[in-house]
């Protein structure tokens, strides 16, 4: 008895100690799931200057998907619009001005949803009204990106803040050119990410975006007309064309026609289905370089969460402006008033003090 008494014990004491090491194993997987930090942003940049940031945000965010869970897509899309345009610092959030057309005028910004901008600067009042002027529009966008993808069924993460919001916005031509259109095939699109250190498992990864939110006929119909792509499943094609009827119809269908307004891995199900609604999209599966990680996506959503989050980091700290760069916008769609001027009335002031003392 005493002997069986041992086993049983010894058999515990080495099934608790796998536990142990399995929880330590998992800690350490995530403590290296996260991209290097970029100088000046932090994880806790906000902790005293602004505390119940991320409470307020999520808050706000959960009232309006209640309302209409469709801008979660219009938010996320918009994080994605701003960051891979001169960097995250909110230059698409400004409006146009006697120096030309703004980024959100140029071609491929002008199907952002408009309600995604006002909900932006909603937030940003909520929070001047509870911690001040202190947290940065293109802090708030990523963190209403990270909210959208979490109150629509996907991961639950934390990312780095302290971005600050540019000074400019960058002309129509740098917009096109750094926004690859839905037309795209897999070279084109690895090619122009590649330039912002994204490999192709982040961009199969970041594409996945694409399981929430809707898109305009004008995107696809190259799919479309004058035939149909042969790559696309036919019945899936046939309720196309019944949605856009003609190449000049401005009907809106859903990207992910399994669940469309859930953030989960059905997208990649619906490529290896041949039912992916962009070139940009369908390419992935039919890409060698890139359908190995499509299909084991496809397959496991619990590793396209962790490549996703993964990839958002890495985008989401593109040339970001910290520490005394930019500033910190009254009004997201508007640069302060003599911000520049503002600035050098302290120096002066500063300095003049000095002289005096």
Known sequence: MASISSNKNAIFSFLLLSIILSVSVIKVCEAQARPPTVRGLSYTFYSKTCPTLKSIVRTELKKVFQSDIAQAAGLLRLHFHDCFVQGCDGSVLLDGSASGPSEKDAPPNLTLRAEAFRIIERIRGLLEK???????????????????????????????????????FASRQVTLDNLPPPSSNTTTILNSLATKNLDPTDV??????????????????????????????????????LTCPTNTTDNTTVLDIRSPNTFDNKYYVDLMNRQGLFTSDQDLYTDKRTRGIVTSFAVNQSLFFEKFVFAMLKMGQLSVLTGNQGEIRANCSVRNANSKAFLSSVVENVAQEFIEM
């Open 204 to 241: 199969v990864s970041l594409s996945g975006g694409h399981t929430i939110g809707i898109s305009h006929c004008s995107s696809f119909n190259n799919r479309l007309y004058p035939t149909q792509d042969p790559v696309m499943d036919k019945t899936f094609g046939k309720n196309l064309r």
């Open 130 to 168: 509870s911690c001040g002027r202190v947290v940065s529009c293109s802090d708030i966008t990523a963190l209403a990106a990270r909210d959208a993808v979490f109150l629509s069924g996907g991961p639950d993460y934390e990312i780095p803040l302290g971005r600050r919001d540019g000074l400019t």
